[in-house]
C-alpha cells in the first residue's frame, strides 16, 4: 500500500513535470501559422524586379494546397519556399511538380530553386528579416542565399 501511493505520486509529479511549456511561444505553432514573409530582392531592385518576385508570390499564394510563402530573389536564383496544409502533405510530390511546372512555364526565363522544406522556409524568412536590416550588406545576403540554395540541393 506504502509503494502503490509512492508510486502514484512519483508519475503524478512526472506527469505534471512533463506538461511544462517553458520553450518559446512561437515554436509550437510556427509550422501551422501563417507568417506572410514579404518578397524580397537581394540586391538593388528595378521596379520589374520588383514587379516580378510579387507576381510569382500572388501565383503561388492562389494554389489552394499552400498557406503561406516566402520568395527570394538573388542575382541568378529565385527561392521559392511554401508551407502546405497539413491535409495536403501526403501529396506533397505532386504538389511540388505541379509548382514547378506553373513557374516554368509562366516564367521560362528565370531559375527556381523550390521547396516544401520547413527548414528552408525558415531560412528564408530570416534572409527576408535580415535584409530589413540596414547594415546586413547585399554580398552577405546573395551569400546566404546561396546557401540557402545549396542546403535544398542536399536535401533532395
Do not use: W
Not at 46 to 69: M, N
Not at 89 to 110: A, C, G, S, T, W
Request: glycine share 4%; charged share 30%.
Amino acid at each position: 500500500m506504502k509503494n502503490a501511493r509512492l508510486l502514484i505520486a512519483l508519475l503524478t509529479l512526472v506527469l505534471v513535470g512533463g506538461c511544462n511549456n517553458d520553450g518559446p511561444k512561437e515554436s509550437g505553432m510556427a509550422l501551422i501559422q501563417t507568417t506572410n514573409p514579404s518578397a524580397v530582392t537581394l540586391n538593388k531592385h528595378t521596379r520589374e524586379e520588383s514587379d516580378l518576385i510579387e507576381a510569382i508570390e500572388t501565383d503561388i499564394e492562389g494554389f489552394k494546397e499552400l498557406y503561406d510563402v516566402a520568395v527570394v530573389k538573388g542575382k541568378k536564383d529565385i527561392l521559392v519556399a511554401y508551407k502546405v496544409k497539413h491535409l495536403q502533405r501526403f501529396r506533397m510530390k505532386q504538389i511540388e511538380k505541379k509548382v514547378i511546372k506553373h513557374l516554368e512555364d509562366k516564367y521560362p526565363n528565370e531559375n527556381f530553386t523550390v521547396s516544401s522544406d520547413y527548414k528552408i522556409f525558415l531560412e528564408a524568412v530570416e534572409l527576408e528579416k535580415n535584409m530589413k536590416n540596414p547594415n546586413y550588406s547585399p554580398k552577405k545576403a546573395e551569400d546566404k542565399l546561396q546557401e540557402i540554395i545549396k542546403l535544398q540541393k542536399e536535401l533532395t
